[in-house]
């Protein structure tokens, strides 16, 4: 779905990945779950737009639910994928800390286990190769994406911001619906490593300029960072 111009998101508000589409190609922020392949196609046909024109994959960290079709591409097409170093590991299926699941909600709950089921996620495919990048980075890709260190949910975890969209990526650095219960808002993402690492840095987030902060789970927030800082924070309090 067309979100703005050149500004495009597949899946929905349980698991979702964008794309970024311009006339030199097109930049895939996070690839969601493997089945999301098939609306990753439709909306490329929507478009006009050949396979062929992806340039490159923006993992915004390294979970399963982020990296879904990722490294079908990557094999079957040679399209890169890039992640921030400390996430390498974990995007090519290193150990994960465990984390507690907090407060959740049967309904919610199921409800985001089985779309899981069905967008294929009992099967991850980890990376087998990826470009490690760093904070600051700006990437030779469509829309000159840059990388800013957001670490807490995992060590790697970045938001990705692309002025020539005016939006921001975020990944799980926060939440617009929370997967386990089916609360709406801003917020801080479940399944977060260090969850006060990651509020400290929403600082980081809130002092970029963007018309657009987009989640990896939840309504894409359309506004500025720095109020989807705050009402994070006031949530987290």
Do not use: C
Not at 132 to 148: F, K, N, Q
């Amino acid at each position: 779905m067309e979100l703005a111009p050149h500004l495009h998101r597949i899946g929905n508000d349980i698991v979702a990945a964008y794309l970024v589409v311009l006339p030199d190609g097109i930049t895939v922020i996070d690839a969601a779950l493997p089945g999301h392949i098939a609306d990753l196609r439709a909306e490329l046909a929507a478009l006009g737009r050949p396979l062929s024109d992806i340039k490159g994959i923006v993992l915004t960290h390294g979970d399963s639910d982020h990296i879904g079709f990722a490294e079908r591409l990557r094999r079957e097409y040679g399209i890169p994928v890039f992640v921030h170093a400390a996430d390498a590991d974990r995007a090519r299926g290193g150990d994960k800390p465990k984390t507690p699941m907090g407060t959740a909600r049967i309904g919610a709950t199921l409800g985001f286990f089985a779309y899981a089921l069905r967008k294929r996620g009992w099967r991850t495919h980890y990376l087998q190769d990826v470009v490690e990048v760093a904070d600051g980075e700006v990437l030779d890709l469509p829309g000159s994406p840059r990388v800013i260190g957001m670490p807490g949910h995992s060590p790697g975890s970045v938001a990705v911001h692309v002025p020539a969209v005016e939006a921001v990526f975020v990944g799980d650095a926060l939440t617009t619906r929370h997967v386990l219960t089916g609360r709406p808002g801003a917020q801080p993402a479940p399944f977060t490593d260090e969850p006060d690492q990651a509020l400290a840095s929403l600082d980081r987030l809130a002092a970029l300029d963007a018309a657009w902060v987009l989640p990896g789970h939840g309504t894409p927030w359309h506004g500025s960072p720095a109020d989807a800082a705050r009402q994070v924070r006031a949530a987290a309090a």
